[in-house]
Structure formats: C-alpha cells, structure tokens
C-alpha cells in the first residue's frame, strides 16, 4: 500500500476506484434488480390468462366458507339475468369438483353428449346452459382426488364443452380459497367476483 502512495495522489485515487468498482461488479446485484428479475422468472412460470371461445363475461361465486348460499346465489344470479334479458345466453359452470350442487339445485340428472368437435353438450334448464362434474360421476361417488387432478378435471370442464355464444359464465366455486381459486384467476378473464358470507362470527371472520 505504501507503494501505491508513492505513485502520487491521483494515480492512487483512480486505482482505488477501479478497485470499488470491480468488487462492486462482483456483488450481488441490488435488491430492487433483484426483485424484478425473480419477478421475470415468476411471470414466465405463470399460466398464460387465455379467454374460452364465445363467452364475453365471466363472474365468480365464492365465500370463505361453505354454508352460507354461495351456490344459491350462484343459481339465482344466473336464472335472474335470464329473467332480466331474455335474449342474453347465460352459463353456470359448477367448479366445486368435490361437492357438486348445480346439477341439484338446476333439476338436471343427465349425462353430456358429445358433439362432431368431442367437445361436452352443456345440459340446459331454464333457458340456462350448465356444466359440473356432477353430470360425470354417479351420484353416490365421492372424489379423493390430488390437485393436479381437480386442475385436470376443472380446465375440462371450462374449455371442452361447447359452450357457444355466451354473454354471462357465472362460475360458482369451492368454499374457501384453494387450488381451484388459483387456477380459475391465473388462466381466465374474470370480470368480477361476488363473496357471499352471512352475519354469523363464524362466517365473517373465516
């Protein structure tokens, strides 16, 4: 060090700072440089939001809990829209895989066909077409399936039906938050999102 004194201030100045710089170089980079390319990374990873052929609007039923009449506002939102505007076509997806209640509360027991396309018939009740995986498993069955299934399952039941021209897809969806909800907001436009609860502590606080 004392070498590098005697070359003369200046010369010494310069040196040191290309040393900092250097070192710098070699650092990690600064935390909002950081930040922004673990952002990068993340938003290549993510699933691509990709709209399903024909339907304009889609709104989603969902609650903190179950119990609270999320599914039968789910059905009354749909029926009412119809009632409102005839000529508008109104879908209701039933994305609750584990607990089915739209082929119930829509009177509907039947089995989809299946179109020149394979693509799934969506039944229809009340001027409304419908689509759960309670149309796909016997009434009794009870599913015990992993996520990537329910993922599986869910993506068939939103992109190979035929849904056709639909102005309002009300999707009414599992209670509480979950694999569904995720995949639901990643992969397609939603329009709005009603949570249902009741005054009840129990089902305010969840």
């Known amino acids: 060090m ?22 710098y170089s070699n650092q990690t980079p600064p935390k909002s ?13 993510l699933p691509k939001i990709k709209s399903i052929p024909g339907v304009q609007n889609i709104i989603l039923i969902s609650s903190g809990k179950g119990g609270v009449g999320k599914s039968t506002t789910a059905v009354n939102l749909a029926v ?3 009632l409102v505007n005839p000529d508008k076509n109104i879908g209701l997806l039933d994305a ?22 394979n693509l799934m018939i969506p039944l229809e009740n009340y001027g409304i077409k419908c689509m759960s995986m309670g149309f796909l498993i016997a009434e009794d069955a009870a599913l015990i399936w992993r996520g990537l299934m329910v993922m ?28 569904t909800h995720l995949s639901l907001v990643q992969n397609l436009p939603i329009k709005g999102v009603i949570l249902v ?3 009840q502590t129990a089902a305010v606080d969840v």
């Not at 440089?33 to 990873?45: D, F, P, V």
């Open 2 to 23: 004392n070498v590098l004194k005697r070359i003369g201030p200046p010369t010494f100045k310069q040196f040191r700072n290309a040393m900092k710089i250097q070192v």
């Open 33 to 45: 440089e950081l930040e922004k390319r673990q952002a990068q990374m993340m938003a290549r990873s």
């Open 80 to 82: 009412a829209l119809k």
């Open 96 to 117: 609750d895989v584990f607990g089915p209640s739209v082929p119930l509360m829509m009177n509907l027991n039947d089995t989809p066909l299946l179109n020149n396309d």
């Open 152 to 179: 599986q399952a869910l993506d068939r039941l939103m992109r190979q039906v035929a849904w056709g021209n639909i102005d309002y897809l009300i999707v009414d969806t599992p209670p509480g938050t979950g694999d």
């Open 197 to 199: 609860t009741t005054p």
